[in-house]
Every structure is written in C-alpha cells, then in structure tokens.
C-alpha cells in the first residue's frame, strides 16, 4: 500500500510561482512512477507530469512545458511540482499519484492523494 499526502496548494496572481509537494509513504517506491494530475471544477482529470523514482525520468503535458517542472527527493520519500508562470487556467484540484508504469493515463495510476487546490487569480 502507498499513502500520498499533497501540500502546498494555495491562491496565487497569474504570472506567479507555487511548489506542490507529494510526501509518500507505505512500500518501497524504487520502482513506481509518482505523477501529477489536475482537475477543474467541471472537467476531466488531466495529466500533469510525471516523475520516475528510479531514475529520474521526467515527462510534462504540453500545456506546462517551460513553466512547471517536476523533480523529487529520495531522502525525504517526497515530489515536488514547481509552477511558474501560472495562468488563471491552471486553476484546478492537483492530485498527486503513484503508478507501477510510466503514464499520462490517469486510470494507470493506482494510488492517489487527497488533493489540494491552486486558485490562480487574474
């Protein structure tokens, strides 16, 4: 089993920074990929970026690309989204999950956090 606990959400102006956090715990993690998804009130679940724990392999949804990076810190079992740049349309719930495959899918993705809100203000 593997717990996911987001923090770091928050309101923001558009054209500012916010660093999401995903502490994980349960098994070991050397093996699964840790993703970020958002949902807005209204749509889909959609993929964010992704992270492999092993090895460090990243993978961002072009619609963050050159604003959002993702990165993680074995030590403390933890991944952190980095936004900058952040538009109004990054408003969403951003969950954070774990996955035994590399995906943007969100049905691959087996374990999920509890969510926290970005609000990004115009």
């Known amino acids: 089993q593997v717990q996911l606990v987001e923090s770091g959400g928050g309101l923001v102006q558009a054209g500012g920074s916010l660093r999401l956090s995903c502490a994980a715990s349960g098994r070991t993690f050397s093996s699964y990929v840790l993703g970020w998804f958002r949902q807005a009130p209204g749509k889909e679940r959609e993929f964010v970026a992704h992270?492999?724990?092993?090895?460090?392999?990243?993978d961002l949804a072009d619609s963050v690309k050159g604003r959002f990076t993702i990165s993680r810190d074995n030590a403390k079992n933890t991944v952190y989204l980095q936004m900058g740049s952040l538009k109004p349309e990054d408003t969403a719930v951003y969950y954070c999950?774990?996955?035994?495959?590399?995906?943007?899918?969100?049905?691959?993705?087996?374990?999920w956090g509890q969510g926290t809100q970005v609000t990004v203000s115009s």
């Open positions: 992270i492999s724990w092993n090895v460090g392999y990243t």
């Open positions: 999950a774990a996955s035994s495959v590399r995906s943007s899918v969100a049905s691959r993705y087996a374990y």
